[in-house]
């Protein structure tokens, strides 16, 4: 797919903030069930990942977020449309990127674009001096897969459902 077709919004990217919380957990929440009903992820216990639950397991993170380990959201007239997690692996020497979703009716928007770069800079500017980022998606999803590689990041081993992507610096 050529990207340069794509309308742009552009959009404010910043570190989460508590009040972020309950639009994060519910941009998860949509992204998951979305690709449960479109059959590109099997069937879960929807329970698990519901909003109240993400908050919950978000909340530590926000709490203490600092070089280490943040989230990114970037918002659109004050709403949160899209997110990023970034956490320090210092076994690996790089950043994973982690829990990356955009709002389903904004996708193809380059809003995901946004806050990758974004990530990356932060991380290529951290103290930690990585060698670079990784990241591990579902094996069957060929379509993240496609995106980050044009992102940079190449295909580095499988485990599992997973699949592991790296990006140096």
Known sequence: MDDSKLERIPVIIEVARAEDLPAMA???YENIVARMDAGKLPEENVGSIIPEEGIKE???VIEKAGEDEYFLVAK???QVVGMCGMFWRPEHERFQF????????LQKKKIGGQLFRNAKERAQ???????????LTDQDNEEAQEIYERWGFRETGR???WVR????F
């Open 98 to 105: 982690r829990r990356f979703y955009v709002r389903t009716e």
């Open 26 to 28: 519910q941009l998860r």
């Open 159 to 161: 485990e599992d459902n």
């Open 165 to 168: 992507m790296e990006l140096d």
């Open 76 to 78: 659109r007239q004050g």
């Open 125 to 135: 500017h951290s103290p930690h001096s990585p060698k670079g980022m990784y990241l």
């Open 58 to 60: 978000l909340i530590p």
